[in-house]
């Protein structure tokens, strides 16, 4: 395959022969969402600067995570965006109010301990980390207005089947209920659970707001998905193709940076027209409940040392 020309840090890539294949790349978000059209710019960039091709499964068409983990193991599917990282001390980053930002996250993956998880995500799951995909902070909607965490005292809140998110929603005085993502709308429409946690995006993509009263912007978890690739496809490619790929990347989250604060705004809009009431409740309180998920936790899955070294990180 003949590369076409591509700057890559103010160089220009060489070409190479190779021979072209498609990528596949699965990710949660739906068409529309500013994520989704971060994966289509990906696929643009490489599209228009090889002749790989790149074909996006948006709405988890491939299956869960854990589906599509496997899928890449078998290489049949070459990528994936999602929030399970492969690797339980990568994940653990989003521990309630322990990260500022992707900033903090590549800070961490940058110390030495970071790099070590990086080899082993490679080893154990047979996947690279090729970067980030933004994501806005986690808030919690509810059958009632949240103004304060006194609000979420006893009601069910739908949780992730992860101990981070079960265990910070009970620290905040709710009562977590692990359940599957697709059965999320009819459970809150059904009233099997009064409300859920998830990034103002996915609110309004998934539409549980038309069944909620109020959401609460309280950014506890600021979490984004993790761009995976194949370790197998990715070492069939030449270092041209490697760059060409890491700067499709680039420009993928770049993309998402630009629509997301926009569409944010539109998003909150469309759900106050629709009577759903969003408020701005004082942080300092569920930062404070939710300490000692953080301590327990942190310490539990990196030791005390490296937790310590995290938490200062997830300062900056």
Aim: no cysteine; proline share 5%.
């Amino acid at each position: 395959m003949k590369m076409k020309a591509l700057a890559v840090s103010a160089v220009l890539l060489a070409t190479a022969s190779v021979q072209a294949e498609e990528i596949r790349y699965a990710l949660w978000a739906q068409p529309g969402e500013a994520q989704y059209e971060g994966a289509m710019e990906f696929k643009r960039v490489v599209e228009e600067n090889s002749d790989h091709t790149v074909t996006i499964f948006p709405g988890d068409q491939l299956g869960t995570p854990r589906e599509v983990y496997a899928q890449m193991a078998l290489g049949s599917t070459q990528m994936l965006a999602s929030g399970d990282p492969g690797l339980k001390e990568i994940e653990y980053l989003a521990l309630p109010y322990l990260m500022n930002g992707i900033d903090n996250y590549k800070k961490v993956l940058d110390t030495d301990f970071g790099k070590e998880w990086n080899e082993r995500l490679t080893a154990e799951r047979q996947v690279r980390m090729l970067g980030f995909m933004p994501r806005s902070p986690r808030q919690i909607s509810a059958n009632v207005v949240i103004n304060s965490m006194d609000d979420l005292n006893g009601l069910k809140l739908r949780a992730p089947e992860r101990d981070y998110y079960v265990e910070s929603l009970r620290a905040l005085g709710a009562n977590p209920t692990p359940m599957a993502f697709a059965e999320v709308y009819t459970a809150l429409q059904t009233g099997i659970v009064d409300g859920q946690e998830n990034p103002i995006e996915t609110i309004y993509a998934q539409k549980f707001y038309e069944v909620q009263k109020g959401v609460a912007m309280v950014d506890y978890i600021n979490k984004p998905a993790y761009v995976v690739i194949s370790d197998q496809f990715w070492q069939g490619l030449s270092e041209e193709e490697q760059a060409l790929l890491r700067q499709a990347n680039d420009a993928s989250t770049a993309k998402v940076n630009e629509l997301m604060p926009d569409q944010t705004k539109k998003y909150i809009a469309e759900m106050e027209s629709a009577g759903v009431t969003v408020t701005h409740p004082d942080k300092a309180p569920f930062m404070e409940a939710t300490q000692s998920v953080r301590d327990n936790l942190g310490k539990g899955v990196w030791g005390e040392d490296v937790y310590k070294q995290i938490v200062e990180i997830g300062k900056e």
